[in-house]
């Protein structure tokens, strides 16, 4: 081939490539779907609402959040597994996909199925009793079941508070204390208001007015520093028993989707917690901000199954 049509065909393919958008350039080309794995109203659905909104705003396109609960988490989840990795189909979940990891065992997807985008709002778990409880501190509590085994309410088998409390109560206190499981936290908090439990666990949110109101005593949350909101309620650590576990939700994309996609979302999702109207929700739903790129969401995500993991084993709590 001639000198000169080998050098006219490169500069052809050099400007054709040169013209043609990049995937983040033409992101999103329509609609994007954020698929809820828990039903309407919760935590999850909270937050996904919240930022749909604001994404829409920044991205120029409508965000549609469609809920699919079921299986802990899991129905929603092998969904976004199998959807185009474009980035117009996102899952939004919660700290369920990595205790699943562990308890789980008919999954129909893995977790290289799904790539983390952002994981942006987590709220601590937190033990509480009734105000005429004698255990005005966690130590008392944890004194009080060395003599006499005490029950505690959650809202649910495998849930983080049950998985959290149970690591606490089996492997750190070294006490015997017997799980009362309810179907989600409004029931397994009227059981504790109602007095037949010793004490209630489970995440901030569920149970935020009543710490607030007085109808409930906070002995422990389990962040590393007190909660701004809750100052009087202390840490695990605070206690001696050093537990760090949350419900967290995250926003998750099927493996596959381009670099520059996630980034172009995290960056959104980042701007959002920065949003002044967006943070005033936020704070409605009492949850905490997290803010960094896709790289720390995923170690973030990694290292959380793995903590989930060492605790599901320990208790023995394994799905059979």
């Not at 080998?6 to 992101?27: N, R, T």
């Not at 079941?145 to 690591?167: E, L």
């Not at 704070?283 to 901000?289: G, I, V």
Request: proline content about 6%; aromatic content about 6%.
């Amino acid at each position: 081939m001639p000198k000169a049509l080998i050098f006219h065909s490169a500069l052809a393919l050099v400007c054709a490539v040169a013209g043609l958008p990049s995937a983040a350039q033409d992101y999103p080309a329509r609609p994007i779907t954020m698929m809820v794995a828990f039903a309407p109203g919760g935590f999850a659905d909270g937050i996904a609402r919240v930022l749909g909104a604001k994404l829409s705003e920044r991205l120029g396109q409508n965000v549609v959040i469609e809920n699919r609960g079921g299986a802990g988490g899991n129905i929603a989840a092998a969904v976004i597994a199998k959807a185009a990795p474009d980035g117009h189909t996102l899952l939004v979940t919660t700290t369920g996909l990595a205790i699943n990891a562990t308890l789980s065992t008919d999954r129909a997807f893995l977790l290289d199925d799904l790539r983390p985008v952002a994981i942006p709002a987590w709220a601590p778990e937190t033990l509480s009793v009734h105000p005429s409880s004698t255990a005005k501190t966690l130590t008392d509590l944890i004194r009080a079941a060395k003599d006499k085994p005490i029950n505690y309410a959650s809202p649910g088998v495998g849930t983080s508070g049950h998985i959290a409390n149970a690591y606490l109560f089996k492997m750190l206190a070294k006490v015997e204390a017997v799980h009362v499981p309810f179907q989600g936290g409004a029931p397994a908090l009227n059981a504790m208001l109602g007095g037949h439990v010793d004490a209630l666990v489970g995440a901030i949110p569920g149970y935020a007015r009543q710490l607030t109101s007085g109808q409930l005593r906070g002995l422990a949350v389990a962040s590393e520093k007190r909660l701004p909101d809750y100052r009087e309620i202390p840490t695990y650590a605070e206690s001696g028993f050093p537990l760090i576990a949350s419900t967290w939700v995250g926003v998750f994309a099927p493996h596959g989707v381009s670099d520059s996609v996630v980034k172009k979302l995290n960056d959104a999702i980042n701007s959002v917690l920065n949003d002044p109207g967006a943070r005033s929700q936020f704070k409605t739903l009492q949850t905490q901000l997290r803010q960094g790129d896709a790289a720390d969401a995923a170690a973030f995500f990694q290292r959380d199954v793995a903590q989930w993991k060492t605790m599901i084993t320990s208790i023995g709590l394994i799905n059979k």
